[in-house]
């Protein structure tokens, strides 16, 4: 699929987006971002080993927790996209779902049970719900068309930072702290609450002028029926691309499977941010000048092959591998679906539309985790990564089928 024009009024024109062009704002939702990730990933780097290991959880349930928690937060941001739209405002919305989720970090190294730590996945992931499409929207509303997939690369990049300082900062307290793993979840609250003050403080809303004699609509979902056919057809792309791709939780329970101690099982989620935060803005202007369809089909095939590399692994490195592999893959296809979203909804409509995007991509993902989980139990953690590598490669056929250049018909002679 090519990138569709931009709803947005100026020029469609791509044009060589640098950092400095960055409008401030971007940078201040990225730092945000960055620093809530920070302690996400310190905390998800060890939390499904603390599951397993220490609260006895199973595969299973595992797979349950994760996909729920996803869908959760996809669920949350339909409705906060949408009241975003209705009231105009996204600063408000965006900065209580960064505060309910800063609030709920505590409740990890407090856990005693499973049902501990699927509340808290459940808040947390609601505080996620409610600040993700209206923050995604505010990038939109605070970067012109031209460089709006740079835009979205950079708050991506700076996010990946985020999750890969929180893996190796968990790793070196792991090993300062002798593997006291509910030390290290105290100390991951910390750069959640920075988060909140940081987007406060430095995040500016413009304002966003009403037509004169517009009377607002009621706030309903049923806005969503005005989104077209365009938008729609990005909403399946990026629903079979999550069905492809489930919890990165599999990722660091891999890690343990091939015998990587404790200590540094957070390495796995290094390997993949690297990538990740190396390549997003890069991966994210790029999509302001070529074709979508070549990016998201390149994508597809790292997916494949991170998966094959995941399945086959037998030693340490080749799960680190797999791991970065997965994380290029990222860079290339999360801020691309995103410029697609905002090109493809109407401006007055753009907090629905990524409310809609992440609640079909989060109800995938739900499916994901929870065959992933029982693939696991059932026939291994291979068959996890090969069931994967399946299904993203019958999507890349699929996504060459339906972009095919198609030869123009021979006038009649």
């Not at 959880?57 to 669920?75: D, H, K, N, P, R």
């Not at 509340?119 to 609601?126: C, G, H, K, L, S």
């Not at 990946?160 to 090993?175: I, N, Q, T």
Request: aromatic letters at 8%.
């Amino acid at each position: 699929m090519d990138s569709p024009p931009s709803a947005s009024t100026g020029s469609n024109k791509p044009t060589a987006a640098t950092w400095r062009a960055m409008p401030a704002g971007i940078w201040a939702l990225g730092f945000g971002s960055l620093f809530m990730d920070l302690s996400s990933e310190m905390i998800h780097s060890l939390l499904p080993v603390f599951m397993v290991g220490t609260l006895g959880a199973s595969m299973v349930t595992l797979g349950i927790i994760e996909g729920v928690a996803e869908a959760t937060a996809a669920i949350v941001k339909v409705f906060s996209g949408t009241l975003s739209d209705y009231l105009g405002k996204r600063k408000f919305l965006m900065i209580s779902g960064y505060a309910l989720a800063a609030l709920t970090k505590p409740v990890f190294p407090l856990a005693t049970s499973v049902g501990w730590v699927f509340t808290a996945r459940f808040i947390d992931r609601v505080g996620k719900g409610i600040r993700g499409a209206p923050r995604d929207a505010l990038v939109a509303d605070l970067t012109p068309p031209s460089i709006r997939g740079a835009a979205y690369g950079l708050r991506q990049a700076l996010d990946s930072v985020g999750a890969l300082a929180g893996p190796l900062l968990a790793v070196a307290l792991m090993v300062w702290l002798a593997n006291d793993i509910r030390t290290v979840l105290w100390i991951a609250v910390v750069p959640a609450l920075v988060a909140v003050l940081l987007l406060i403080t430095y995040v500016r809303e413009p304002e966003r002028s009403r037509p004169a004699g517009l009377i607002r609509k009621p706030f309903t979902l049923a806005a969503a029926r005005h989104l077209p056919l365009r938008f729609w057809l990005v909403v399946l792309l990026g629903a079979v691309f999550t069905l492809a791709r489930f919890s990165e939780a599999f990722l660091v329970l891999r890690a343990r499977d091939v015998g990587i101690s404790l200590a540094y099982i957070p390495l796995v989620m290094v390997a993949m941010n690297v990538l990740y935060a190396g390549g997003a803005y890069p991966a994210g202007a790029m999509a302001d000048r070529v074709k979508a369809r070549h990016l998201l089909v390149v994508g597809l095939l790292l997916l494949v092959a991170a998966d094959l590399a995941l399945a086959f692994a037998t030693s340490p490195s080749a799960v680190l591998a797999g791991a970065a592999l997965w994380g290029l893959h990222m860079a290339l296809t999360q801020g691309l679906l995103a410029k697609l979203v905002a090109d493809s909804a109407p401006a007055d409509l753009l907090g629905t539309g990524f409310g809609v995007f992440n609640l079909v991509s989060g109800i995938a993902l739900l499916l994901a985790s929870v065959i992933a989980g029982w693939l696991w139990s059932a026939f291994g953690a291979s068959s996890t990564f090969l069931a994967g590598a399946a299904f993203a490669a019958v999507a890349v056929a699929g996504l060459l089928i339906a972009t095919r250049e198609r030869p123009m018909p021979r006038p009649a002679v």
